[in-house]
Structures are given as C-alpha cells and as structure tokens.
C-alpha cells in the first residue's frame, strides 16, 4: 500500500511533537521550527497542518510565541483520524453510476473493496500517536549503549 508523502509527513510531524510533549498551548511549535528538525518543506508542513487543524488533530497559537499544537492527548489520537483528515480520498466510498446496474462492479466492491476498507479502518484505530512514539523511543539511537 502507498501512502502519500503529505500523510507521511503529517504523521512524522505528529510523532515529534508527542515524543517532545507538545500538548499544550505553552508547549507549541512552529511549522518553521518543525521543517527544520525533520527537514520537510516548510510550504508543504504547512499545507498539511492546515488539514491537521481543520480535523481537529492539532490547534494552533497565533502571535509571536505561536505554532501548533497536539489537540489531544497522543493516547486518543489513532492513525486512523490522521488518514482520514489527509487521505479523505483513501476512504470515499466506491460509487457505481445510478444509471447503470453494476453486478460485478456491486460484486467487486461487496467482496474485496468494502472488507478492505473496514480492515484498514480497525486497524490504523488501533494504533495511536503515543503507541508510535513509544516505539520511535525504543529504537532511537540514543537508546543504544555500546560494551566495550
């Protein structure tokens, strides 16, 4: 499965500000300082912010001390709720033309698309932000020691 650079992006931008704790209005971070850490264009993170704010995942600060943001708790964000507010195509629903009578197309959807899409939905719900960026942690090479 492909996954578009501007979901990837969102969720690694997501991930850093759960591993640094950004869940508050005084723990906000702006989209320059974020392009700069994870070296991502910063027209392109804002791009996708504005999608993040309007979902929901993030809120934002304005003035000199602004940027965004985690709107909840990384525990309560899924994968899911962050596909779907930057992949919202990913999750349309398969529409046949009314004037046609698409038995196969009916069939198609029916037995592969619709079991696919509700196997991608539980499982992207069952992953959150926090599960990510505890695993980020555990493989993070800070957490490797060297024996001598």
């Given at each position: 499965?492909?996954?578009?650079?501007?979901t990837?992006?969102g969720?690694?931008?997501l991930i850093?500000?759960?591993l640094?704790?950004?869940?508050?209005?005084?723990?906000?971070?702006?989209?320059?300082?974020?392009s700069?850490?994870?070296?991502?264009?910063?027209?392109?993170?804002?791009?996708?912010f504005?999608?993040?704010?309007?979902?929901?995942?993030?809120?934002?600060?304005?003035?000199?001390?602004?940027?965004?943001?985690?709107?909840?708790p990384?525990?309560?964000i899924?994968?899911?709720?962050?596909?779907?507010v930057?992949?919202?195509?990913?999750?349309?629903?398969?529409?046949t033309?009314?004037?046609?009578?698409?038995?196969?197309?009916?069939?198609?959807?029916?037995?592969?698309?619709?079991?696919?899409?509700?196997?991608?939905?539980?499982?992207?719900?069952?992953?959150?932000?926090?599960?990510?960026?505890d695993?980020?942690?555990?493989?993070?090479?800070?957490?490797?020691?060297?024996?001598?």
């Amino acid at each position: 499965m492909r996954i578009s650079a501007r979901t990837r992006y969102g969720l690694n931008a997501l991930i850093y500000m759960a591993l640094q704790g950004m869940t508050t209005e005084n723990d906000c971070v702006a989209v320059i300082n974020l392009s700069e850490q994870l070296n991502i264009s910063k027209i392109y993170l804002e791009q996708v912010f504005a999608l993040l704010k309007r979902g929901g995942i993030v809120q934002s600060v304005k003035g000199a001390g602004g940027g965004y943001f985690l709107a909840k708790p990384p525990a309560e964000i899924s994968a899911f709720s962050v596909f779907s507010v930057i992949e919202t195509a990913m999750f349309e629903e398969p529409k046949t033309p009314p004037e046609s009578d698409d038995y196969i197309g009916n069939a198609m959807n029916n037995a592969i698309l619709r079991p696919l899409d509700e196997a991608i939905k539980e499982t992207l719900s069952a992953i959150s932000l926090e599960s990510i960026a505890d695993s980020a942690k555990k493989n993070s090479s800070e957490n490797i020691m060297y024996y001598l």
